[in-house]
T-cell receptor, first 115, second 114 residues
Framework: DAGITQSPRHKVTETGTPVTLRCHQT?????MYWYRQDPGHGLRLIHY???????DKGEVSDGYSVSRSKTEDFLLTLESATSSQTSVYFC??????????????FGSGTRLTVV | QQQVKQSPQSLIVQKGGISIINCAYE??????FPWYQQFPGKGPALLIA?????SEKKEGRFTISFNKSAKQFSLHIMDSQPGDSATYFC?????????????FGTGTRLQVTL
């Protein structure tokens, strides 16, 4: 999907362990985002990046950290996984959609289960 | 605090009927309003989008109606088909803090029956 790859696609991990999810893009886009999707909540922004080493918090950032050491990779780390972080995680990039404006393209998601 | 409110949560429409999903927003800094369609196991995909200076935008069977004064917008799916069965999210984009952000509604699960 538009040059975005998320890995892993599925992961089961134990409570208290650190977990890192990876988002890789091939199109040199400046803005990258991490969302989580939960029933009844839609997609909520965790963290975002507006350039290499430039990141900021979203609305549900507690318990998560991110890093972006190069344009193509945006990593999301759960420092000590909890059951409340069981979710589907989506990475997105912002792209131009012609003269009308811009849109966001999403990866296929990572389903994370914390047991 | 839900900045983009979406209704209904679920919707069942007969084939050939009109599906209508409504959204309302709070933040006047939003300046672009996309709709996303999501199938099970996939990421959301951009369906159609509108700027607030336009009252209506149509692409095929999909139409967005926008009411800036009421801060409301809606998606109409004409001649709904079983292949339209998916979850639909309204969203709003605007500069919040340091960067452009995309804020989603809570989603509407649409089922189109034969």
């Amino acid at each position: 999907d538009a040059g975005i790859t998320q890995s892993p696609r599925h992961k089961v991990t134990e409570t208290g362990t650190p977990v890192t999810l990876r988002c890789h893009q091939t199109e040199n886009h400046r803005y990258m985002y991490w969302y989580r999707q939960d029933p009844g909540h839609g997609l909520r922004l965790i963290h975002y990046s507006y350039g290499v080493k430039d990141t900021d918090k979203g609305e549900v950032s507690d318990g998560y950290s991110v890093s972006r050491s190069k344009t193509e990779d945006f990593l999301l780390t759960l420092e000590s996984a909890t059951s409340s972080q069981t979710s589907v995680y989506f990475c997105a990039i912002r792209i131009r959609t012609g003269a009308d404006g811009y849109g966001y393209t999403f990866g296929s998601g990572t389903r994370l289960t914390v047991v | 605090q839900q900045q983009v409110k979406q209704s209904p949560q679920s919707l069942i429409v007969q084939k050939g009927g009109i599906s209508i999903i409504n959204c309302a927003y709070e933040n006047t800094a939003f300046d672009y309003f996309p709709w996303y369609q999501q199938f099970p196991g996939k990421g959301p995909a951009l369906l159609i989008a509108i700027r607030p200076d336009v009252s209506e935008k149509k692409e095929g069977r999909f139409t967005i109606s926008f009411n800036k004064s009421a801060k409301q917008f809606s998606l109409h799916i004409m001649d709904s088909q079983p292949g339209d069965s998916a979850t639909y999210f309204c969203a709003a984009i605007g500069i919040v803090g340091t960067a452009s952000k995309l804020t989603f509604g809570t989603g509407t699960r649409l089922q189109v029956t034969l």
